[in-house]
Structure formats: C-alpha cells, structure tokens
C-alpha cells in the first residue's frame, strides 16, 4: 500500500506562503504525474515526467514548479499560495509500455 | 483537446441491484479507458479498464463496454453491495504507452447502495 507515498498528508497555511509536496514510488516506474482534485472532485492533470523530463504541463500557473531528482521521485514547489490553490493533490505512477496509473494517498492542501 | 463527459452525477441504488455509469469522449485517438473507484478520504483505485481493440470486460460483478464508433463507454456493477458505495472516474487515455501518455477523467459519479 505504500507504493507510491506523498508527504505530508495535511498542509495547512497561509495565503502567500511557498511550500512543497513530495512523491515518492518504490514500483520502477518511468513516468510520474501530478493531478489536482478541487472541492467538486474534478481530478486534472497538471505536469508529467518521464525519466525525469518534463512532458506534460497543463497550462498550470508559473507558481507550480515541479522537480524530479530521479525516477522514483517527483516534487511539487507551490510559490506565493493563493485560496484557490486549495484541494487534494495526487501524484501517480506508470510503468513505460503499460497503461495504468497507480495514485499516491493524496496530499489536502488548504490554503487561508 | 481531449474531453470526457460522464452521467450520471449520482446514482442511488438498492442493494442487489445494478449500476450503470456512463461516458462519452471526444478524441477517436484515445486508445485506452480505465474506471477508478475513490472512497470518501482516499486515493483513486483502478477497478476495471479497456483498451481500444476490446469490446467488453467483465471482472466478477464489474464489467466494462465500449463503442468505438460512437465514442461511449460504460461500467456495469451488478449485485450491488454497500461496500460499492464510493465515488466513480471513467477516463480516457491519450497517447502511446511509452512516454507521452495523458489520462483525462470524467466528472465522477457518486454511487450510494442503500442496504
């Protein structure tokens, strides 16, 4: 169950502030995701990695940095928080030539 | 771009009866289709998928079906038990497999099974 990990599971803080998520997946796999879920549990895709190069960024403000340092790892860098930043992020996991994505538990940002 | 639309917002159902959730994609690229489930609290779980060359999976009381020609795809839950009782993601994959691959979700269905 702790295949793919996020710390922390709870960020509280105050708007303005810069803080960070980290994921982490002991699975293998190539490519890692970021997705936001806001209070009506639309889940969007915000970045990709694959092999620690930036693939996919879905038009997410400059405030939203990712980093990945290996496979096995990839950060999220929010700058400046704003209320709307608020939800539960998800990062996610998939092994180059298969399909299925495996998500993290969730980090629940709230922004105040 | 790639969008998902997915019906209904919710369902109630009895238990021991079936479910059926919806959903319609708009980019005849997409090539495969995986269902999450997402309890109150938790992460997404794949419960079911289907790639594009399959018209139909069936796992136990879950099973998945897909026109290609018009675009829909469907989960069925059949005896349904409380425990379904859970938040609902179709989704719709875009991409090849070996790098570049993005996975666009629908609006989600929320599924309560009265006992």
């Known amino acids: 169950d702790t295949a793919v990990s996020q710390t922390p599971k709870y960020l509280v803080t105050q708007m303005g502030n810069d803080k960070s998520i980290k994921c982490e997946q002991n699975?293998?796999?190539?490519?890692m995701y970021w997705y936001k879920q806001d209070s009506k549990k639309f889940l969007k895709i915000m970045f990709s990695?694959?092999?620690?190069?930036?693939?996919i960024n879905e038009t997410v403000p400059n405030r939203f940095s990712p980093k990945s340092p290996d496979k096995a790892h990839l950060n999220l860098h929010i700058n400046s928080l704003e209320l709307g930043d608020s939800a539960v992020y998800f990062c996610?996991?998939?092994?180059?030539?298969?399909?299925?994505?495996?998500f993290g538990p969730g980090t629940r940002l709230l922004v105040l | 771009g790639e969008n998902v639309e997915q019906h209904p917002s919710t369902l109630s159902v009895q238990e021991g009866d079936s479910a059926v959730i919806k959903c319609t994609y708009s980019?005849?690229?997409?090539?495969?289709f995986p269902w999450y489930k997402q309890e109150l609290g938790k992460r997404p779980q794949l419960i079911i998928d289907?790639?594009?060359?399959?018209g139909e999976k069936k796992d136990q009381r879950i099973a998945v079906t897909l026109n290609k020609t018009a675009k829909h795809f469907s989960l069925h839950i059949t005896e349904t038990q409380p425990e379904d009782s859970a938040v609902y993601f179709c989704?719709?994959?875009?991409?090849?497999?070996?790098?570049?691959?993005?996975?666009?979700f629908g609006t989600g269905t929320r599924l309560l099974v009265s006992p």
């Open positions: 980019d005849s690229a997409s090539n495969y």
């Open positions: 699975l293998g796999h190539d490519t």
């Open positions: 289907i790639r594009s060359n399959v």
């Open positions: 996610a996991s998939r092994r180059q030539g298969t399909e299925t994505q495996y």
């Open positions: 989704a719709a994959s875009i991409g090849p497999n070996t790098g570049f691959q993005k996975l666009v």
């Open positions: 990695y694959n092999n620690k190069e930036l693939i």
